[in-house]
């Protein structure tokens, strides 16, 4: 059964930083596009970056400039760098991974953002 665990979230004041991961189990993870996803009370699960198996990255366009995501084959994991915080990151962020018709979630982690 594969398996995506994130881990990294915590309560940062504004203007700070964390990095979260997403280690997978039981998958072929070189060859999946792997992505966070975030969903805030209220609102829909979106797609805050993306990359995949080449390496090819996306971001919403509320995160660039501020989040980077990056991936290390050798140890399925995928990292996501979130610098400059805002208290609108605020949101339980999961992780992703995708190939053709198969999708896999992790159970997130609660990331929140306040002074």
């Known amino acids: 059964q594969v398996q995506l665990v994130e881990s990294g979230g915590g309560l940062v004041q504004p203007g700070g930083s964390l990095r979260l991961s997403c280690a997978a189990s039981?998958?072929?993870?070189?060859?999946?596009?792997m992505g966070w996803y975030r969903q805030a009370p209220g609102k829909q699960r979106e797609l805050v970056a993306s990359?995949?198996?080449?390496?090819?990255?996306n971001y919403a366009d509320s995160v660039k400039g501020r989040f980077t995501i990056s991936r290390e084959n050798a140890k399925n994991t995928v990292y996501l760098q979130m610098n400059s915080l805002k208290p609108e990151d605020t949101a339980v962020y999961y992780c992703?991974?995708?190939?053709?018709?198969?999708?896999?979630w992790g159970q997130g982690t609660q990331v929140t953002v306040s002074s």
């Open positions: 992703n991974a995708a190939r053709r018709q198969q999708e896999y």
């Open positions: 039981r998958i072929g993870f070189s060859i999946y596009t």
């Open positions: 990359i995949t198996s080449s390496r090819t990255t």
